[in-house]
């Protein structure tokens, strides 16, 4: 690395942010998407049940079943955007890591 050149260095240091910005949207869109199915589990049992219930806090309360299949469709909706965004935002972080690794590959290769 002593060889490399400092535009080069900065390119590099650049893809590893890039790679931790990455690792970051990966773990950000796991947990959407665990809120998205666990909406999606919870719309499909309240379907299957007279009554419905809500946790707040430490107390469990007794909720119009329209109401909690509004409020729960609206957070899965608002998890489905959320992913969708990150998809979009990972795609374009790809890309320009891809990008930077081609140049620096090349700026290696023409080092050597």
Same mark, same amino acid.
């Given at each position: 690395?002593?060889?490399? *050149?400092?535009?080069?260095?900065?390119? /590099?240091?650049?893809?590893?942010?890039? #790679?931790? &910005?990455?690792?970051?949207?990966?773990? $950000?869109?796991? +947990?959407?998407?665990?809120?998205?199915? =666990?909406?999606d589990? @919870?719309?499909? #049992? /309240?379907?299957?049940? *007279? *009554?419905?219930?809500?946790?707040?806090?430490?107390?469990? /309360? +007794?909720?119009?079943? @329209?109401?909690?299949? #509004?409020?729960?469709?609206?957070?899965? =909706?608002? @998890? *489905?955007?959320? /992913?969708?965004?990150? %998809?979009? %935002?990972?795609g374009?972080? &790809?890309?320009?890591?891809?990008?930077? $690794?081609? =140049?620096?590959?090349?700026?290696?290769?023409? #080092? $050597?």
């Open positions: 690395m002593e060889n490399i *050149d400092d535009n080069t260095k900065k390119k /590099i240091s650049k893809l590893q942010m890039l #790679e931790q &910005r990455l690792q970051s949207f990966a773990m $950000q869109k796991q +947990s959407f998407q665990t809120q998205s199915m =666990e909406s589990n @919870a719309l499909k #049992e /309240i379907d299957n049940s *007279d *009554d419905t219930y809500k946790v707040v806090g430490n107390v469990m /309360i +007794s909720v119009d079943k @329209a109401k909690l299949k #509004e409020e729960l469709t609206s957070k899965k =909706e608002m @998890a *489905d955007m959320k /992913i969708s965004n990150l %998809e979009k %935002e990972e374009k972080l &790809r890309e320009e890591a891809s990008e930077l $690794q081609k =140049e620096v590959m090349g700026s290696m290769k023409n #080092e $050597q």
